[in-house]
């Protein structure tokens, strides 16, 4: 998912925005010879994410900065372990510190959150997936991160997957309007996903021959009634209330994603250090 091209145009972005015209208190600091060694640790439990993007802050600074790893992305990290170690020049490492980071904390805070609401799904078959509620040019760190916690992926960008709203359905004039309208003009690859309030939007989205329905904001009970219309005929996804608390009862529901923003827009950054 994140090509060494990408990821290199990202950080380069962001070490420029970092360091601007020079770092003023590293530069007086030290000199081209001065070497250091630290390590990369972990206060907390979590999921570790992000090694790839970390290890190319340092490379892209120096070269020289040597790294070697003891966990890959998507391994459980307990409080106490150390994840990497760092050796080379100092004027680099001290340079980059903030930038990687950034990265891996907010890579791995993602990761992890995603793993608690996956493993609070628990025995059900549903899979908790994304939304497109990320954060502007860092949607593709994001995502990975999520896959690299043990959920699921949802559309990419608007070019993915028709997605027909409440506020389309308006527009159009009717669900069933609107799907035959998209079904004119789309690729034969794309699917289409319809948000349904209610039992009867359901069966008009059925009749259509939709490939996802959304049950959007519903009860407990009229989930497993949507369900069971549904009967294997689309993917069924549940929206709307989720969270750490909720999914487990939602997934009962027998739906097969339950999608959230809370994976990634509230999970909080992993508390990761660079220590001398």
């Known amino acids: 998912m994140l090509n060494k091209f990408f990821i290199e145009e990202h950080i380069k972005n962001a070490l420029n925005e970092d360091i601007g015209f020079g770092d003023i208190t590293t530069d007086y600091l030290t000199t081209e010879s001065d070497m ?28 020289k900065v040597e790294i070697k790893f003891y966990f890959n992305d998507g391994d459980e990290i307990k409080k106490g372990d150390k994840i990497a170690d760092l050796t080379g020049p100092a004027r680099y490492i001290l340079m980059g510190e903030r930038t990687a980071l950034n990265y891996v904390q907010r890579m791995s805070g993602i990761a992890t959150e995603t793993n608690k609401y996956q493993k609070a799904i628990g025995e059900y078959k549903a899979k908790i997936v994304d939304t497109r509620k990320t954060t502007p040019g860092f949607r593709a760190f994001e995502k990975y991160s999520v896959k690299m916690g043990g959920g699921s992926l949802h559309r990419f960008n608007l070019a993915d997957c028709a997605m027909i709203k409440d506020n389309h359905i308006k527009f159009a004039g009717s669900l069933t309007k609107a799907v035959n309208k998209l079904k004119q003009h789309i690729s034969h690859a794309h699917k289409i996903e319809v948000e349904c309030d209610t ?68 999970a909080p950054t992993l508390d990761l250090g660079l220590d001398m």
Request: glycine content about 8%; proline content about 1%; aromatic content about 4%.
């Open 199 to 266: 039992l009867e939007q359901v069966k008009e989205a059925l009749a259509c021959g939709v490939d996802i329905i959304m049950f959007d904001n519903m009860d407990l009970n009229t989930m497993k009634e949507g369900v069971k219309l549904v009967a294997g005929k689309a993917v069924t996804e549940a929206s709307g209330n989720v969270n750490i608390n909720t999914v487990h009862d939602i997934a009962s529901t027998g739906v097969d994603v339950i999608s959230s923003s809370a994976i990634v827009a509230k």
């Open 36 to 63: 250091m060694s630290c390590t990369l640790n972990t206060r907390v439990d979590g999921i570790f994410c992000g090694k790839d993007v970390f290890e190319g802050v340092f490379k892209i600074l120096s070269p």
